[in-house]
């Protein structure tokens, strides 16, 4: 307790003296109570109701000095220190509490609440769980550890949390406006356009992008009850002065809807883009996708037009909105079986995320990928010996020399039938080379286009197609999340026979 000095006895009972001389209804509580804490406690909690936090803080203190077995006296003081920013202290005076009285509820709250605001995110979830374990009612525990879950990004539990308190205190504006986000999150617009009408009709007047979220919400709850063009036309109208470019909402939605599972909204809004533009082929083969017709790969015009237009903002969509973190794990797993690569192939490298992972695995580190903007990307990052704008399995056949180490993280995902791509990389690979790649897992034993245009496979597909590897490692994985829900997938790495 270093950092909180309590008064010496003699000074708080001359100030009780003082005190009982100068406020008669101080000196009736002390004599009601035969003491005088629980007297300077009322007065302290004036004092703090009164935004006297200082005042309020010393009163505690000499209470304390008083009656320093007393948890609800720490926690009070440890409520004023934290309102009045002495966040130590504060951190300080509730553990205290809590090492007196371990079963308290409001001071397992108050923990949660003092390290949320120091970030210490560990302990705040750990003290709001305590809080609701000792009393399932206390929604601002539930409602504060929905803000945290969601601020981790896990999505699904921190609705659970925030709709638990929203039931608890249906008039707490902050709750429906958080639910109105993670309904967005996971594409239930129907609860997201509730949420974000209560939480205005509470307390909060909408910010501009949350209004634009409310109206894309109502626009795509309307395409998914089958009224795709209504919506459409009657969007400007909902959205007013925030409105955003039609065009962009038609996109936002086609992809939103085919990722959620509405594929008949999705499929008419995919109709009515490809009609605008009918050589586009991003929109081509993604209403293919949605339509469910099989290929063997995603075409190369797709891929080029889809990462060239999205690799300026791959890296920060990826790594922070969705979680991908594939490159470093895989990386990892490789370094577990061996490193000192001579040649290295990343391929399908994007914007070069694994360079940094891999750089020290071996000596000579090339790229390879069709999209001339991602490969811009991973020049600047750096960390390549070359960077080779080629097709991959066109680049694995034509390869001069063999690698020892080929590298492929969420880019088999735009290949169907792994046979060829399996072929030309053990074609490619010295005997004992090693291939790690990362697969989405496809429920059942085949390949799936999904209607998201990537395609999932199943193990059992990427063994018969992988006759010439041993598969030395399978690790079971979230790639990424989609819909604001974690994707399965595999992690792998082989060995050239
Ligand atoms: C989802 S990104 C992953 C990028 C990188 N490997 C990473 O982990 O950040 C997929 C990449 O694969 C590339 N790609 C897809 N199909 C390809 C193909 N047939 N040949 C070469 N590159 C391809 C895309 O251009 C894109 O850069």
């Known amino acids: 307790m270093t950092n909180i000095h309590l008064p010496d006895i003699g000074v708080t009972m001359a100030l009780v003296a003082s005190l009982q001389a100068s406020l008669p209804d101080f000196g009736r509580i002390v004599e009601r109570f035969g003491h005088p804490a629980p007297a300077l406690r009322k007065l302290g909690l004036m004092h703090w109701e009164n935004g006297r936090f200082d005042t309020a803080a010393r009163t505690f203190e000499a209470a304390l ?12 003081l440890a409520s004023v220190y934290s309102a009045s920013d002495r966040d130590e202290q504060a951190l300080t005076a509730i553990r205290t509490s809590l090492d007196l009285d371990r079963n308290s509820a409001p001071s397992w709250q108050a923990l949660a609440s003092i390290a949320d605001r120091l970030d210490a995110a560990e302990t705040a979830e750990e003290a709001y769980r305590c809080t609701i374990a000792l009393d399932p009612k206390a929604s601002a525990a539930h409602l504060g550890l929905g803000l945290l879950l969601f601020r981790k990004k896990h999505y699904q539990e921190a609705l659970d949390a925030v709709r638990a308190s929203v039931e608890l205190d249906p008039v707490n504006g902050l709750a429906h406006f958080a639910l109105g986000h993670l309904s967005f999150i996971v594409c239930d617009f129907a609860a997201c356009a509730r949420a974000f009408d209560e939480a205005a009709r509470l307390t909060l007047e909408l910010d501009p992008p949350t209004r634009q979220k409310r109206a894309r919400a109502l626009t795509f709850q309307a395409m998914i009850e089958g009224r795709v063009r209504e919506a459409l036309r009657d969007y400007a109208a909902i959205a007013g002065e925030d409105r955003e470019d039609l065009d962009i909402i038609a996109r936002d939605a086609f992809s939103v809807l085919s990722a959620s599972g509405h594929l008949e909204a999705a499929a008419e809004i995919g109709r009515m883009r ?23 790969a995603a075409p190369t015009d797709y891929i080029e037009h889809t990462f060239d237009q999205f690799a300026p903002q791959f890296d920060s969509r990826l790594v922070e909105t969705l979680q991908y973190n594939a490159p470093r794990e895989m990386a990892k797993l490789v370094a577990g079986h061996r490193s000192g690569f001579a040649r290295m192939l990343d391929l399908g490298c994007g914007t070069g995320l694994a360079a940094a992972d891999l750089q020290p695995l071996g000596d000579h580190l090339i790229g390879v990928d069709l999209s001339s903007g991602m490969l811009a990307q991973a020049q600047k990052r750096g960390g390549y010996g070359e960077l080779v704008k080629a097709e991959a399995v066109a680049y694995l056949e034509a390869a001069q020399h063999r690698f020892d180490l080929v590298f492929a993280a969420d880019s088999l995902i735009y290949f169907g039938d792994l046979a060829p791509l399996m072929r030309a990389a053990a074609g490619a690979l010295v005997p004992g080379g090693l291939f790690a790649l990362s697969i989405e897992l496809a429920a059942g034993d085949g390949v799936i286009l999904q209607p998201s245009g990537r395609f999932a496979h199943s193990l059992a597909h990427l063994e018969a197609a992988a006759s010439d590897f041993t598969i030395l490692e399978t690790v079971e994985s979230t790639i990424r999340l989609e819909a604001g829900r974690p994707v399965p997938g595999l992690y792998i790495v082989m060995a050239r026979r």
């Open 65 to 76: 000095s008083l009656a320093p077995e007393d948890p609800n006296l720490w926690r009070d």
């Open 274 to 296: 490809l009609a605008e533009q009918p050589d586009d082929p991003v929109r081509r083969y993604l209403l293919d996708a949605v339509l469910g017709r099989s290929m063997k």
